[in-house]
């Protein structure tokens, strides 16, 4: 697992990232705060700003691998289970 940088330098393991996440982060129509609303960032802090908009960018990239790894494997466990049952001639229940 490659971990995601903080602003502060700090490694945090993407699976960690994704606990933290806003709870608001996979759901579009909750509310946020709109950019327009607030003050831009103050000079000091715009640095900071872009090694969190790097961050953020990086953590969305492996959220999006880590989703795609566990459906691709779920596919695959499914598909040999299919296989196994096929091959052993099983009968499927009959509906109820």
């Given at each position: 697992m490659r971990p995601a940088r903080l602003a502060a330098g700090v490694l945090l393991p993407c699976a960690l990232a994704l606990v933290l996440a806003p709870a608001h982060a996979g759901d579009p129509a909750s509310p946020r705060p709109a950019a327009a609303s607030r003050a831009p960032a103050r000079p000091h802090?715009?640095?900071?700003?872009?090694?969190?908009?790097?961050?953020?960018?990086?953590?969305?990239?492996?959220?999006?691998?880590?989703?795609?790894?566990?459906?691709e494997g779920i596919q695959q466990d499914l598909s040999s289970l299919r296989q196994r049952f096929r091959r052993l001639r099983c009968l499927v229940p009959a509906k109820r």
């Open positions: 802090n715009l640095q900071e700003c872009s090694r969190l908009r790097a961050a953020i960018l990086e953590s969305e990239q492996a959220e999006r691998r880590v989703r795609a790894a566990i459906i």
